[in-house]
């Protein structure tokens, strides 16, 4: 059984810095695409950024040059490392994992099957 769990999510003024971590378990092998998703109150959940199994990423054009995805196999983790925070950044932040199933694009919560219960990220003003 796929587990996912995120840690590192905080409380940062805005210009400030955090990474978020995300340890998977109960994969077979690493032949899987993660991704990171938000979601802020009264929002619908938006992809951020997306890794592939070959190190490939992507981002959204709202983070894109401020966050950087990244994954260490050896660890099974997943980060992201989230630079230059905005008030706008402020959300409930998931990982995500996909293994099978239909292909809807990187930042659609419909290509990933399996999720963590979130990290809180509050970035003040």
């Known amino acids: 059984q796929v587990q996912l769990v995120e840690s590192g999510g905080g409380s940062v003024q805005a210009g400030g810095s955090l990474r978020l971590s995300c340890t998977a378990s109960?994969?077979?092998?690493?032949?899987?695409?993660m991704g990171w998703f938000r979601q802020a109150p009264g929002k619908d959940r938006e992809g951020v950024a997306a890794?592939?199994?070959?190190?490939?990423?992507a981002y959204a054009v709202s983070v894109q040059g401020r966050f950087t995805i990244s994954k260490d196999n050896a660890k099974n983790t997943l980060y992201l490392e989230m630079n230059s925070l905005k008030p706008e950044d402020t959300a409930m932040y998931y990982c995500?994992?996909?293994?099978?199933?239909?292909?809807?694009?990187?930042?659609?919560?419909?290509?990933?099957?399996?999720w963590g219960k979130g990290t809180q990220v509050t970035v003040s003003s």
């Open positions: 109960g994969f077979t092998d690493n032949n899987y695409c």
């Open positions: 995500a994992a996909r293994r099978t199933g239909a292909w809807h694009g990187p930042f659609s919560s419909l290509s990933y099957e399996d």
């Open positions: 890794i592939g199994s070959d190190g490939s990423a």
